[in-house]
């Protein structure tokens, strides 16, 4: 059973930084790609970056473009998400996900995913 655990959530000022991780286990990752989604308050979830495990391939929303960086570490079978110059429009619950099936493109619509973390909340403040 595939299981994806974020942390690294929290509180930050506007222009400062958080990482977040997310552990995978349950299955072989090569192959499959890895994604973060992101949910405020009130409003749908949205895709905010995705990665291939094998080929270091990279997505990213026009909103994060620049000031996130989605990366991963194969032998830890964990993605990270590296948030510089945050801003509160960034505020939300962030979301680890990943695909039952191999795509030969990145997805970035949630409905290409069926494993979900937990979510871990951040906090940009004014």
């Known amino acids: 059973q595939v299981q994806l655990v974020e942390s690294g959530g929290g509180l930050v000022q506007a222009g400062g930084s958080l990482r977040l991780s997310c552990a995978a286990s349950?299955?072989?990752?090569?192959?499959?790609?890895m994604g973060w989604f992101r949910q405020a308050p009130g409003k749908e979830r949205e895709f905010v970056a995705a990665?291939?495990?094998?080929?270091?391939?990279?997505r990213y929303a026009d909103s994060v473009k620049g000031r996130f960086t989605i990366s991963r570490d194969n032998a830890k079978n964990t993605v990270y998400l590296e948030m510089n110059s945050l801003n509160p429009e960034d505020t939300a619950v962030y979301y680890c996900?990943?695909?039952?099936?191999?795509?030969?493109?990145?997805?970035?619509?949630?409905?290409?995913?069926?494993?979900w973390g937990q979510g871990t909340q951040v906090t940009v403040s004014s």
């Open positions: 990665i291939r495990w094998s080929l270091s391939n990279t």
């Open positions: 996900a990943a695909p039952r099936h191999i795509y030969f493109y990145l997805p970035a619509s949630t409905t290409d995913y069926d494993y």
């Open positions: 349950g299955r072989t990752f090569s192959s499959y790609a």
